[in-house]
């Protein structure tokens, strides 16, 4: 008799064949094809990609001018080498996290959220 698998080897993500394309913030719409990674049947949102609407926020998300504002704050205070800190609420796999870290990769992403399966899949996503 076979023992029953544990939640931990439920929550194991897979890679989604051909991965996904991630649009750019700031970038015009320019879309990125990356590697990507999901938990089956575990009811994340979109399936775990990018749905309509989270890919018109990403491309809208004014990294740019954030930026600009960041170090002119920062360099007021005499701290001009601070990195960007971004915190993702509710993360899901990770989509809006890992555009924002393709677009700025020397920015501190913290990514979060309540759902196991997503917190395993973002992981995954985060990593590459």
């Not at 979109?46 to 704050?73: C, N, Q, W």
């Not at 990770?94 to 196991?116: N, Q």
Request: with cysteine; proline share 6%.
């Amino acid at each position: 008799m076979s023992s029953p698998c544990s939640l931990r080897e439920l929550l194991v993500p897979q890679q989604v064949s051909g991965g996904i394309s991630l649009p750019q913030p700031d970038n015009g719409g320019v879309v990125a094809s990356v590697t990507w990674y999901t938990v089956p049947d575990a009811g994340l949102f979109a399936g775990g990609t990018v749905d309509p609407m989270t890919r018109a926020f990403i491309t809208h998300i004014p990294l740019s001018e954030i930026s600009v504002r960041r170090r002119k704050y920062w360099h007021s205070k005499g701290k001009s080498k601070r990195h960007m800190r971004i915190a993702d609420v509710a993360c899901g796999s990770g989509v809006i996290a890992c555009a924002i870290a393709h677009a700025t990769p020397k920015a501190r992403i913290y990514a979060g959220d309540f759902d196991r399966a997503a917190i395993s899949a973002a992981e995954y996503n985060l990593a590459g």
